[in-house]
């Protein structure tokens, strides 16, 4: 079953806007990971946020944490079109197994 | 340069007929699991692996087998191939399990016929 769900599937935006996109799971976490997939390829990791942590920055990205809404965000600030991507969240359960979301398809317009 | 490898990158293949996906690390991670991926549904995981000679059931295992004899290889098997596990597989491999990011290999995309 998945963890995480991404919210919306898709996103279009002009670029230099932001993206915002969410996730929410199911079970309590001890941490959240957000991954990018550009076109078929292997994901790369981009943030990873603690349970005990509420907000993160890793450059133009900023990641929340919400664990009593069980959800998380991601921004993206000022998007170039090299952040056309798909960008999914990932948790893992108590037995070890990660669990990604559907994910959401970013599109950054010229 | 640290890397996940995975062979072959393309198979087409016929209902039934045994195929291995082979996944390499070099990183000397404890940590390795295969996904699939399909349209809309994100990755799913099918087994994981904490260290040589364990492994786990992840969400999808039906159909494949695994093994962990090494610590740099999980190979992913499909005794009996159906057309349903056509897809995009990946593997990945980290230090650990929480706390650790996920380094994937490029994918293997795999058609049944």
């Known amino acids: 079953s998945q963890q995480g769900e991404e919210d919306p599937q898709a996103l279009s935006i002009q670029e230099g806007e932001n993206a915002t996109m969410n996730c929410s799971y199911k079970t309590s976490i001890n941490n959240l990971q957000w991954y990018r997939q550009n076109s078929g390829r292997g994901l790369v990791h981009l943030i990873l946020?603690?349970?005990?942590?509420r907000e993160k920055h890793s450059g133009r990205l900023r990641v929340t944490l919400d664990t009593s809404k069980k959800s998380s965000s991601l921004l993206i600030t000022a998007s170039r079109a090299a952040d056309t991507a798909s960008y999914f969240c990932a948790t893992y359960s108590l037995d070890y197994k990660l669990s990604f979301g559907a994910g959401t398809t970013v599109t950054v317009r010229a | 340069e640290a890397q996940v490898t995975q062979n072959p990158r393309y198979l087409i293949t016929v209902t039934g007929k045994k195929l291995t996906v082979t996944c390499s690390q070099n990183m000397n991670h404890e940590y390795m699991s295969w996904y699939r991926q399909d349209p809309g549904l994100g990755l799913r995981q099918i087994y994981y692996?904490?260290?040589?000679?364990?492994?786990d059931k992840g969400d999808v295992p039906e159909g494949y087998k695994v093994s962990r004899k090494e610590k740099r290889n999980f190979p992913l098997i499909l005794e009996s191939p159906s057309p349903n596990q056509t897809s995009l597989y990946f593997c990945?491999?980290?230090?650990?399990?929480?706390?650790?990011?996920?380094?994937f290999g490029p994918g293997t995309r795999l058609t049944v016929t």
């Open positions: 946020i603690r349970s005990n942590e």
């Open positions: 692996s904490m260290n040589v000679e364990v492994t």
């Open positions: 990945a491999s980290s230090p650990g399990t929480e706390f650790y990011e996920q380094y």
